[in-house]
């Protein structure tokens, strides 16, 4: 059975410090992996895919399947990126199975 | 605006009563799924369907049944509610393979079984 692990429950920053949030998958064919993120009292929604190689709200994430990971990375964090932000992976069922999920907490 | 909805966002119910929590998208997906999941942690996949006539367990064994009747509706129903059943459970859908747009996910209905 495929696994999510992000490692960090949660993780606190102060602003403009760079942010990674951590994730690695264990599946033995093509991973196909996303962020969510969840602000308070809002909606999980999508944040990024990795097939699309796009950057969102400053945030980029890239596929190592050397390390199996899928980091999530913002060289400047901003307070309106506190939230949880979940990692995700459908693999070859499209069945997406999610992280245990990471508290970001940018401080002033 | 094609959306996907869930009802009710908070109930709060004795135990053993009999529940269902609805969910319904416009968005003509083909794929839906219920997540339980407790405040700050991971989703935990009970249920998710293909499609019309088609449901299937998830990873997390839950006493929780579904049906697809029509391609919009998913609703979640639980014969007899206990304590143990208090959470938040998450109702999702996408296309076929969810990559091109991810997928969506409605507001939640929080649960309390007292």
């Known amino acids: 059975a495929q696994r999510v692990t992000q490692p960090e429950k949660l993780l606190s920053v102060f602003k403009g410090a760079p942010v990674e949030l951590k994730c690695n998958y264990s599946?033995?064919?093509?991973?196909?992996l996303f962020w969510y993120v969840q602000y308070s009292r809002q909606r999980l929604q999508l944040l990024l895919r990795h097939i699309s190689r796009e950057s969102i709200k400053g945030f980029t994430a890239d596929l190592n399947k050397g390390e199996t990971s899928f980091h999530l990375k913002k060289p400047f964090a901003q307070e309106e990126d506190s939230a949880m932000y979940y990692c995700?992976?459908?693999?070859?069922?499209?069945?997406?199975?999610f992280g245990r999920g990471t508290s970001l907490i940018v401080h002033p | 605006e094609a959306d996907i909805y869930q009802t009710p966002r908070y109930l709060v119910i004795g135990t053993g009563k009999k529940i269902t929590l609805e969910c319904s998208q416009t968005?003509?997906?083909?794929?839906m799924y219920w997540y339980q999941q407790d405040p700050g942690m991971e989703l935990h996949l009970i249920h998710y369907?293909?499609?019309?006539?088609?449901?299937e367990k998830g990873d997390l064994s839950s006493e929780s049944t579904v049906s697809r009747i029509r391609t919009e509706h998913f609703p979640l129903t639980l014969e007899s509610a206990r304590p143990s059943h208090t959470s938040q459970y998450l109702c999702a859908s996408s296309d076929v393979t969810g990559l091109s747009y991810g997928y969506t996910f409605g507001s939640g209905t929080r649960l309390t079984v007292v």
């Open positions: 968005m003509g997906h083909d794929k």
């Open positions: 369907s293909y499609g019309v006539n088609s449901t």
């Open positions: 599946y033995s064919g093509s991973p196909e």
């Open positions: 995700a992976n459908t693999g070859g069922s499209y069945i997406p199975t």
